[in-house]
């Protein structure tokens, strides 16, 4: 059988983009510039892991506010990706890949320009 498009959900919180009512809406200009900059930045970070050559994809499908313990309102981003999956092969690793996302954002602090909440990453096999 052929291998099939199996989807895992990355999510995490950035400190240095302030929340607006605007990234709810997937129609509105800012929420599209910040879609396709972190679907950017999440296929350049998952391209370069243990699943780089059956990595399909990142979509972003979420930008929700978060009130942190400061008063700062910060950014939770919420994606669904994909990549290929052989019927024989193991189940993602998504323990090994969190290790490998976290190694590559320096401990969960830096993807890209954006500051990231380092106790916030989420890989959902």
Known sequence: TA???????????ITNLP???DLEKPDSARFKSAR???NTLLDRLLKDSTIGPDFHGCETVSFRYELPGSQRA???VDAVCTYRKEPSAAPLDRVGLYHQVSNKTRGITQL??????KDSLYVNG
């Open 112 to 117: 890209g320009p954006y500051s990231l909440d």
């Open 3 to 13: 291998a099939a498009l199996e989807p895992f959900t990355v999510n995490f919180t």
């Open 36 to 38: 396709r900059v972190m």
């Open 74 to 76: 910060e950014t939770r």
């Open 19 to 21: 929340y607006n009512s």
